[in-house]
């Protein structure tokens, strides 16, 4: 085991925001405490970065872990499949789409990715990384929107016919062992409603790193590509 891990130069280890709570808590940086979160996607981000520094402090092996927000890109789920709703005319927002979105720029990322690979003071150490552009989720979905010559999202429903639905949706899936993820879950729920903030302070202090992309920057390098 120690001569495989003497190979490693660093492993990087793409855990998630989501490791400090779902709903989010109103502040959040890298001191932060994990938080609750019930669902799998939470529950195996925040167990898998607990193995990897556990693994770190137990081997020495060179672990980096960086905390990405809301991931978006070509291919990526938070563009794909509003995208593919809008065609169809079937989004909708949830409680009007006024919670805190911080989205995170698939090449901001990468550069991130990159910089925690070589950065010396970036071993055993959690970074979160965003555009550091918090925005709504009505502002986020509206420049979605744009992208693929959709009209700008107006329908919404409230926040608790949503959750209603979306138990529904969950317990039709559990009783049809349903392999796929629901149109509507709980955990999406509190993601796209709850008002928070995220601080990208650690990051910038210790690696000095600066987002490439602004979010509209980024919008604007999407729309540049074929849709």
């Known amino acids: 085991e120690a001569a495989h891990t003497a190979a490693v130069a660093r492993f990087v280890h793409l855990s998630s925001f989501v490791v400090f709570g779902v709903p989010s808590p109103p502040e959040m940086d890298d001191a932060s405490p994990y938080g609750p979160g019930s669902d799998p996607y939470t529950t195996t981000k925040t167990e898998g970065e607990k193995a990897v520094f556990a693994f770190h402090s137990e081997t020495g092996l060179p672990v980096s872990v960086l905390r990405p927000t809301v991931v978006y890109g070509r291919g990526s789920t938070w563009l794909e499949e509003p995208i593919r709703m809008m065609k169809k005319g079937a989004f909708f927002l949830i409680g ?87 149109l509507l879950t709980r955990t999406a729920i509190d993601l796209v409603t709850t008002n928070s903030r995220v601080s990208m302070r650690k990051i910038r202090e210790e690696l000095e790193f600066m987002p490439r992309y602004r979010f509209r920057q980024a919008i604007a390098d999407l729309d540049g590509g074929s849709r």
């Open 96 to 182: 009007g789409g006024t919670g805190t979105c911080h989205p995170c720029y698939i090449e901001n990322l990468l550069d991130a990715a990159w910089l925690v690979a070589d950065h010396p003071r970036a071993v055993g150490q959690g970074y979160l990384v965003a555009d550091d552009d918090p925005i709504s989720f009505r502002e986020y979905f509206t420049a979605i929107a744009s992208l693929c010559g959709a009209d700008e999202p107006r329908r919404s429903i409230p926040v608790p016919l949503a959750r209603a639905v979306a138990v529904g949706l969950e317990a039709v899936a559990r009783a049809t062992r349903s392999t796929g993820r629901p």
